[in-house]
Nanobody
Framework: VQLQAFGGRLVQAGGSLRLSCAPS????????VTWFRQAPGKEREFVAA????????LYADSVKARFTISRDNARNTVALQMNSLKPEDTAVYYC????????????????WGQGTLVTVSS
């Protein structure tokens, strides 16, 4: 499954942004889909995950109550709504898909998108 992540741009602190992830060529309706991010000089970190059915979600403590992950399997998309953005949210955001497990570990994910840059100015 090849994934495409888009929606990143420059936004002011306190603002909102919506990222989207979609597969090319096939459906990912039976996959866990997760957003990770990587800031300059830092390791890739977990942001939010959603199970294939959408019934289970999980968030990093740093984004809980500010970010919401959702999916629309009929439209074959997963979204990450980001509110109350902070400068420390600045990073390249990646979506990833995994068929078997619901996991927060990047090394467990087989399929990745190319990343989309989110820059939050103070």
């Amino acid at each position: 499954v090849q994934l495409q992540a888009f929606g990143g741009r420059l936004v002011q602190a306190g603002g909102s942004l919506r990222l989207s992830c979609a597969p090319s060529g096939r459906t990912f309706s039976t996959y866990t889909v997760t957003w990770f991010r990587q800031a300059p000089g830092k390791e890739r970190e977990f942001v939010a995950a959603i199970s294939w059915s959408g019934e289970r979600t999980l968030y990093a403590d740093s984004v809980k109550a500010r970010f919401t992950i959702s999916r629309d399997n009929a439209r074959n998309t997963v979204a990450l709504q980001m509110n109350s953005l902070k400068p420390e949210d600045t990073a390249v955001y990646y979506c990833a898909a995994e068929r078997v497990v619901f996991t927060t570990q990047p090394h467990d994910y087989e399929f990745w998108g190319q990343g989309t840059l989110v820059t939050v100015s103070s």
